[in-house]
């Protein structure tokens, strides 16, 4: 796991909805449970902090980072997505996004890998198709682009399947599943918080590659028996029944960083 990845995780899935702000020296450790140095741990801070999704915050003392408004609307718009227990409702039509003056390859590149990210697959140069709109668009894109919602004639799931690899996105969901299986299984129930704080750690850190893997398509495109299905059903029940420990392994590093212990 990168250390970036990592501090994203730590942010997202345990501030969130509490302070917003950690000190550096419990970021450090809690990304020293999963092997990771504190050097590689601190210049991903330092990296954060520059691009724009942490700021520098001095709080009873102790130098963290909180995270800003921008990263705050993205973790968010995240952990919606990697907590659904269900699509919405899917109204038949798809939502088409006709990007202006995508730039240079490296700017081209940037709109591809965000476009995707919000579950968007390309369907002509510079034309992006999702079953809906995405909430995140206009802050993704700014003003350059033009949007219409179309009905498509012909099978939505042939058409789905042309443009997404449903196949390989099917098959990452049932490794995901027997992989988190194996985890899980043994797991002592008088663990510490800090194997809690562990576990859940490694479990939403892969199942939230899905992100950028899985668009969340509505079951009326997909093939029947979607394993998706059965594998976030699994994940949640992991990730709530580990989720007291380990955001208590978190308070507990927040208050020693703090000299509060």
């Not at 092997?35 to 954060?48: E, F, N």
């Not at 098959?171 to 663990?191: C, I, K």
């Not at 029944?241 to 960083?257: D, H, K, Q």
Request: charged share 25%.
């Amino acid at each position: 796991m990168l250390a970036r990845s990592a501090v994203f995780d730590i942010y997202g899935d345990h501030l969130l909805s509490s302070t917003k702000w950690a000190p550096v020296a419990a970021l450090v450790q809690l990304t020293g449970v999963i092997d990771i140095a504190p050097a590689a741990t601190r210049t991903a801070i330092s990296r954060m902090a520059r691009e724009g999704w942490l700021t520098a915050q001095t709080r009873d003392g102790a130098r963290g980072y909180a995270m800003t408004p921008r990263a705050a609307q993205r973790l968010a718009t995240a952990g919606q997505r990697i907590y659904a227990d269900h699509t919405p409702e899917w109204d038949g039509r798809w939502h088409i996004v006709v990007v202006e003056h995508s730039g240079d390859r490296s700017a081209r590149a940037r709109v591809r890998a965000s476009m995707e990210y919000l579950g968007y697959a390309r369907l002509a140069v510079d034309t992006w198709i999702a079953p809906r709109a995405s909430d995140d668009l206009a802050g993704t894109l700014g003003p350059g682009y033009r949007e219409f919602h179309s009905e498509l004639s012909g099978d939505p799931r042939q058409f789905a399947s042309s443009m997404w690899d449903l196949e390989q996105i099917a098959d990452a969901h049932r490794q995901y599943d027997r992989w988190l299986t194996e985890l899980v299984q043994g797991f002592p129930d008088d663990a510490s918080d800090e194997e809690r704080y562990l576990t859940r750690t490694l479990a939403v850190h892969e199942w939230r590659k899905f992100l950028f893997r899985d668009p969340g398509l509505p079951p009326e495109v997909l093939p029947d028996a979607w394993p998706g299905t059965v594998a976030s059903e699994r994940f949640r029940d992991v990730a709530a029944r580990l989720r007291p420990g380990a955001s208590a392994y978190v308070e507990s590093c927040i208050r020693t960083a703090l000299g509060r212990a």
